[in-house]
């Protein structure tokens, strides 16, 4: 069975500083997902990493991915307040020509503060 | 990217009874996935969805429970049956893209 384990599940932080959250996962995988979703509200995709070494960025928030480790982290960058969000990662299986279900880890509370 | 909707977005039921949630997609996907987010908690995998045959359930999942429809590609309904306050979640589906999994606005579901 798949397992993904994110760490920290909770993280507050104070603006300006930066962070890294990880993503850890059990089985050879050829995606990985991150999300973020505001309290109420349904899934923002962020970033799909697809292969070894791939790294994205946008904005404050840049994401790797090792899948020799199993580790993808995503690095915040001065932090500022609307980044405060749950963010989950997700690992893609059973591929399919149509997408990948996914098992997702359990998210990392984010709380920027002033 | 496709976009994704849901109906209803939220609804209040009364235990032992049922509810269909309808998700609408806005081009051709061969899969569809419907995911439950208990709160506070993650999302987990009930079941995938290909048109043209019968759901594929995930563990502790089962149709009689969870039955889904996919008459075309563009459109799938999961039911609760038989509810109960254990069921309160928010009842998410997902369509795949070549770049991404993406997800409807989500069911909030409240079981009395």
């Known amino acids: 069975e798949l397992k993904v384990e994110q760490n920290p599940l909770f993280l507050s932080m104070q603006e300006g500083k930066n962070y890294t959250i990880y993503c850890n996962y059990s089985t050879t995988s050829d995606r990985l997902y991150w999300y973020r979703q505001d309290p109420g509200k349904s899934l923002e995709s962020l970033f799909v990493l697809l292969s070894n070494g791939a790294v994205k960025q946008e904005g404050r928030l840049m994401a790797s991915l090792d899948t020799k480790a199993r580790l993808s982290t995503l690095h915040i960058t001065a932090a500022v307040h609307d980044l405060s969000a749950t963010y989950f990662c997700?690992?893609?299986?059973?591929?399919?020509?149509?997408?990948?279900?996914?098992?997702f880890g359990k998210g990392t509370s984010l709380l920027v503060t002033p | 990217s496709a976009v994704i909707s849901q109906k209803p977005s939220r609804d209040i039921c009364q235990r032992g009874t049922s509810l269909t949630i309808q998700c609408q997609v806005d081009s051709q996907v061969t899969m569809m996935f419907w995911y439950r987010q208990q709160p506070g908690q993650s999302l987990t995998l009930i079941a995938t969805a290909n048109q043209g045959s019968e759901a594929t359930y995930e563990s502790g999942f089962v149709i009689d429970k969870f039955p889904i429809s996919r008459p075309n590609l563009t459109f799938s309904t999961l039911t609760v049956s038989n509810m109960s306050p254990e069921d309160s979640s928010i009842y998410l589906c997902s369509a795949g893209s070549a770049g991404g999994g993406i997800f409807g606005p989500g069911t909030r579901l409240t079981v009395l």
């Open positions: 997700a690992v893609g299986v059973r591929p399919s020509n149509s997408g990948y279900a996914l098992n």
